[in-house]
């Protein structure tokens, strides 16, 4: 189980702040010099929402010492998440552009990463004694050590300790293919560090690619939800086989058609021997698919944080991460009562 008393500390989210730069897909951005900017990062949009609802939240990042980092932090201390362990460091604040409406695929989207703050991390840089002090839960995803093979190692060294200190570590095994450009694959690096991992989440289809579970290729083709049902608890059973640390696996299974509409999405919590699963959710239009998974991963956080039945975990983060998609922003600003208003049996 992964529930115990987490009261007495804070989850800290590991990982590289970003600047979201969206263009419209037309170019009126060139005629009207305006170019809408959101603040986010997979780790971010965790913090963001669990702070919003009560949870101590941290976050860990490393910014280059100016005033626009500086406005960065008073943005994020407004909205009660813990900056004290923010590392300044480097020079530049990582981008992406993202055509507005589009997933995060394609052409659509654009990275401007390199060399910034975070990507610069290297081992032995950081304390992380202190940065852990008073943290209960530890949070990571798969995006950290896609960045660089130094990111990587920097994961590594963060597990280590939070494992020493006996701190419940997730990931979120998200999956970017822009990124991965330095020489290695998912499969090369992820085992490693999911070995340290209690709650993993992402998909059967990131399972296969990051941690080598095999998907039954007619499962795949089938798009019966029955069928994607059985294929979690199967992958579920074989990650927490190849990984004894991990209590817990989570899957989510969002469709939509090609041009973003009539979404299908619901999700599978596989915890103490059994599958327990969400109701299915349906809409015919989105607002903006970023931070979906991200809400997603902090509802399952929020649940086991508050010591909910697996059930309500499950059905609490299915509900946070549906109605993400009708926010225009990275992270959530969805209360926990209108959450808890939205879920579907």
């Not at 010492?65 to 900056?83: A, R």
């Not at 049902?229 to 989570?250: D, H, N």
Request: charged residues 20%; contains cysteine; negative net charge.
């Amino acid at each position: 189980m992964l529930n115990k008393d987490y009261s007495s500390g804070s989850v800290l989210n590991f990982g590289e702040l970003l600047l979201r730069i969206t263009p419209d897909a037309t170019g009126e951005w060139l005629q009207e010099n305006s170019l809408p900017v959101f603040v986010g990062g997979a780790e971010l949009n965790v913090a963001t929402a669990l702070a919003l609802w009560n949870v101590p939240s941290r976050y860990f990042t490393a910014l280059p010492k100016n005033g626009m980092s500086d406005q960065l932090i008073s943005f994020l201390n407004e909205k009660s998440i813990d900056t004290s362990t923010i590392v300044y460091h480097g020079k530049r604040v990582g981008l992406y552009f993202l055509t507005k409406g589009q997933d995060l695929k394609h052409d659509a989207l654009i990275y401007d990463r390199a060399h910034s703050a975070f990507a610069d991390l290297t081992t032995g840089l950081i304390d992380w004694d202190k940065v852990l002090d008073g943290v209960t839960w530890f949070h990571f995803s798969a995006i950290c050590p896609a960045i660089s093979q130094n990111v990587a190692d920097v994961c590594k060294e963060a597990l280590e300790a939070a494992s020493r200190k006996g701190i419940t570590i997730s990931v979120d095994l998200n999956y970017r293919a822009k990124l991965w450009q330095y020489g290695k694959q998912p499969i090369d690096v992820m085992p490693e560090l999911a070995q340290y991992c209690d709650l993993i989440m992402g998909n059967i289809w990131a399972a296969e690619r990051m941690l080598g579970v095999a998907v039954d290729e007619l499962v795949t083709e089938s798009g019966q939800k029955s069928l994607y049902v059985k294929e979690a608890q199967k992958s579920s059973e074989e990650i927490i086989k190849q990984f004894p640390k991990c209590k817990a696996v989570a899957n989510t299974f969002r469709f939509t058609t090609e041009d973003n509409t009539n979404i299908d999405y619901y999700t599978v919590l596989y915890t103490d021997g059994k599958p327990h699963v969400s109701g299915e959710y349906f809409a015919e239009t989105i607002v903006d698919k970023v931070g979906s998974g991200d809400c997603y991963m902090a509802g399952l956080i929020y649940g086991f944080y508050n010591n909910y039945e697996p059930q309500e975990t499950v059905d609490f983060a299915t509900a946070a991460a549906f109605t993400k998609l009708f926010v225009n922003s990275d992270a959530t600003n969805r209360s926990v009562d209108f959450i808890q208003q939205a879920i579907i049996k």
